[in-house]
């Protein structure tokens, strides 16, 4: 899974899929390395290596960097990121509580995946 593989669905939710974008990709890869370092920080299982020690985790620089987290964390990433564009431009109460839906939906998916 690389960012592309977020960026796309996590467009789509922001109501961001036409060019020009309101939220460029360097937004969206700032958002996919900060979830994807909460994910490792609360579940650090995801970067074992072969000997079952803690790898590392190398953080995202383009739209096709691969990602280090398995692929079923995929809809995670997606609410997080979509959290982390709204939380900039949230302007108003109703905007800021969007960006919460999806921010507590990432903290569930990340427990049940």
Not at 1 to 23: F, H, S
Request: proline share 5%; net charge negative.
């Amino acid at each position: 899974m690389n960012v592309r593989n977020i960026e796309q669905p996590a467009r789509g939710l922001l109501n961001d899929a036409k060019t020009p974008y309101r939220w460029k990709s360097d937004d969206i890869i700032a958002g996919v390395d900060e979830g994807e370092a909460l994910l490792v920080g609360e579940r650090p299982e995801l970067v074992l290596s072969d000997e079952n020690t803690i790898g590392t985790r190398t953080s995202p620089t383009t739209l096709t960097s691969n990602l280090t987290v398995p692929d079923r964390f995929k809809p995670a990433l997606i609410q997080y990121v979509v959290y982390f564009c709204l939380q900039f431009r949230a302007e108003d109460k109703a905007e800021r509580e969007n960006a919460a839906v999806h921010l507590a939906e990432f903290e569930r998916l990340v427990k049940i995946l």
